[in-house]
């Protein structure tokens, strides 16, 4: 990890602030996936991408981790919580409600990963109060959001890529 994204991560943590919800939310897409199969699990480079997610957010103070029954989020969320040592929680790729209803009632006090996917992203930030419309790419791997939830100032959020 570069100086530069281990700092803007510390930054995202120190910012955070409690507000009856998670101090912070981080939400990834599933790594790259094989292109054949009605569930298509990963290929070589998405095993390798989601251990360098797994390296990547070593010191985030994650506790735990949320997929989608989808064979590509499930085995990209597998790799991080196997390496941190984390739970995981699986919910169906379309219950964006059921996803936010866990959040609210199960880790209200956690930091959380999401895998996500392209689709599903936009209306996981749009629910837990992101304003603003946002699209992930279709060929895009390597997004990092960080959702801080507040009070006062409002909700904030970062986006990085990895490098």
Request: hydrophobic share 45%.
């Given at each position: 990890?570069?100086t530069?994204?281990?700092?803007?991560?510390?930054?995202?943590?120190?910012?955070?602030?409690?507000?009856?919800?998670?101090?912070?939310?981080?939400?990834?897409?599933?790594?790259?996936?094989?292109?054949?199969?009605?569930?298509?699990g990963?290929?070589?480079?998405?095993?390798?991408?989601?251990?360098?997610?797994?390296?990547?957010?070593?010191?985030?103070?994650?506790?735990?981790?949320?997929?989608?029954?989808?064979?590509?989020?499930?085995?990209?969320?597998?790799?991080?919580?196997?390496?941190?040592?984390?739970?995981?929680t699986?919910?169906?790729?379309?219950?964006?409600?059921?996803?936010?209803?866990?959040?609210?009632?199960?880790?209200?006090?956690?930091?959380?990963?999401?895998?996500?996917?392209?689709e599903t992203?936009?209306?996981?930030l749009?629910?837990?109060?992101?304003?603003?419309?946002?699209?992930?790419?279709?060929?895009?791997?390597?997004?990092?959001?960080?959702?801080?939830?507040?009070?006062?100032?409002?909700?904030?959020?970062?986006?990085?890529?990895?490098?």
């Open positions: 990890m570069t530069q994204l281990a700092f803007l991560v510390l930054a995202a943590l120190l910012l955070a602030t409690s507000v009856n919800a998670q101090e912070v939310l981080f939400i990834i897409r599933h790594a790259e996936k094989e292109v054949a199969g009605e569930d298509p990963l290929t070589q480079d998405g095993r390798a991408r989601s251990a360098s997610w797994a390296s990547f957010l070593e010191h985030a103070e994650i506790d735990h981790v949320i997929t989608t029954d989808a064979r590509r989020s499930q085995q990209t969320g597998d790799v991080i919580a196997q390496a941190l040592g984390l739970a995981q699986q919910i169906a790729i379309q219950d964006v409600t059921g996803l936010i209803d866990a959040l609210e009632f199960e880790h209200s006090e956690d930091r959380v990963l999401i895998v996500g996917h392209t992203i936009p209306s996981i749009s629910r837990i109060g992101h304003p603003d419309t946002l699209e992930v790419d279709q060929e895009d791997y390597s997004n990092l959001f960080i959702f801080i939830p507040g009070a006062g100032e409002g909700a904030r959020l970062i986006q990085m890529r990895m490098p």
